[in-house]
C-alpha cells in the first residue's frame, strides 16, 4: 500500500465552536491507483490533500505512507520523504520568481540530501517540460509566464523525482481543454507506470481520467458513482 488515510479529521476553531475542515475520512491508495475527488469550493478538498502530503496535521486519525506513520517522523524526516516520494502540486503560486523555468523543475533535486550522490536529472527535467509543452520557455523567469504556464512548470516539478505518489490540488485549473487533456494523460501514464495518483478538481473533465472518484462536501467523502 503505497497511502493509507485512516478515519481523518481536522478541525479548526470557530467562535465558540470547532468547524470540521475534514470528517473522518478514510482513504487507501495503491500502485496504479488515479483517485480524483471533486467538491465545491469550502468543502475540505486541499485541507485533505495537505493532510496527505504531511504538511497539515490532522485533529484525529493517522497517515501512512508506504508503511511509514508520519506521526513517527520528525520535521525532517517528513520533508525528506515528501521530497523524494511525493510529488506535490498545489493549487496557488509555488514557483521560486529568481530560479528559471529549468531551475524550478529542478528544485526537488537542488534541496535533495542525496544530490551530491546522484547525477543531476537534467535530462529528465527536459522531457518533463518537453511533455507539458514549456520546453520552449526552459530558461524564462515565473514573471514572463501565463497562470497556465505557471502551472504546467509545476506539473512538471511534481514529477521529476518519479515520485511514488502525486498529489495534485486543482492541476488544470488555469489550463484550456486541450491542455487539461494532455496533463491528465501524463498523469495516466504515471499511473500506469505505478504511481498513484490523489486528484481534487472541479472540472469534470480531470475528474473522469480517475478509476476511482468520490465526493467531498463539508468534510465529509462520499464515492461518486455514475
Known sequence: MILELCNLSKAYPRGNASFFAVQDVSLSLDAG???CIAGPS???????????AGLIAPTQGRVCFQGQDYDRLDDDARSALRNKSIGYVMQGPSLLPNFTVLQNVMLPYYVSQTRKAEPAPIARAALLLEQVGMLPLASQYPA???????????????????????IADEPTGDLDEARTEEIMQLFSQFAQEGAALLVVTHDPVPFQYGNHRYVLRAGVMTEAYP
Open 42 to 52: 469550502g468543502s475540505g478538498k486541499s485541507t485533505l490533500l495537505g493532510i496527505a
Open 33 to 35: 491507483d488515479f483517485v
Open 144 to 166: 514572463e509566464l501565463s497562470g497556465g504556464e505557471l502551472r504546467r512548470v509545476a506539473i512538471a516539478r511534481a514529477l521529476l523525482q518519479s515520485p511514488g505518489l502525486v
